[in-house]
């Protein structure tokens, strides 16, 4: 059984945000121009991705995911793509994580055009961005340069749940050296995919054992982005509910409803996601397989 959330709307049409010019540390835009011959690594990435996209639009949810549990865990380089009995893959929180085989394609791709070249992280980052472009969310400069990570490991993983209150949320994003505002921005990609119902069960017939419904959930929900749902007591998670009406977040939530700019501000917010933990220069390695280390 699956709730559905608010599908493809992430902001009102295409707005482009260019980067170019700012970098977070070693990462910057068009890193690898000039670096696989004559090919275009992001472009590359753009074919496998769209045909994807268009077979199945729920790529969107999938990636962006992806993106939050791996940059959450040791940074964005990439160790949530290991395979092994003990790696981040097999931790409870990832067990429903999907859309490696999406991640397997683009690296075939720009490994048949300049083998050992391009990261597994940097692919995780331009895959993320430009599923976001074809929902209709604006498109963002993607800042690459990211080496990938030699650990993956269950015990590391330690993520923030639908459950969590706003104080808990804004204090681990914090520690991710995110601001209040970037996490109800990070936070609105709820608004693409679908929410299991073991992530809302209780919402629904015992919230805090009461025996009875969630008195704030509006009975009749109906599509709306997720800044807008939040508003009319339509958000799906908890947490997301949770920022329209904590005073901690509330006035963020009233500001990004009755604004134009959110995908401009999303994208933002993605890139600085995006910077989280990583590896650059001799650090990490280039995997020739994002399933497995190189040693």
Known sequence: ???????????????????????????????????????????????VITAQFFRDPSTVAALLRLQFHDCFVNGCDASILVDGSNSEKTAIPNLSVRGYEIIDQAKAAVENACPGVVSCADLIAIATRDVVFLSGGGRYDVQTGRRDGLVSAAKNVSLPGPAISVPEAIAAFSDKGLTVTEMVLLLGAHSVGIAHCSFIKDRLFNFENTGRPDPSMDPFPRKHSEIKTVMLHRGILQIDQDLGTDPLTMPVVKNLANAFDFPARFGAAMVKLGAIGVLTGTQGEIRRSCRATNR
Do not use: H, P, W
Not at 8 to 13: D, N, V
Not at 22 to 38: D, E, N, W
């Open 1 to 47: 059984m699956k709730a559905e959330a608010a599908f493809l709307t992430l902001a009102l049409g295409l707005i482009s945000v260019n980067f170019a010019g700012f970098c977070f540390g070693a990462l910057q835009v068009g890193f690898y121009r000039g670096k696989c011959g004559f090919a275009d690594v992001e472009a590359i990435v753009a074919g």
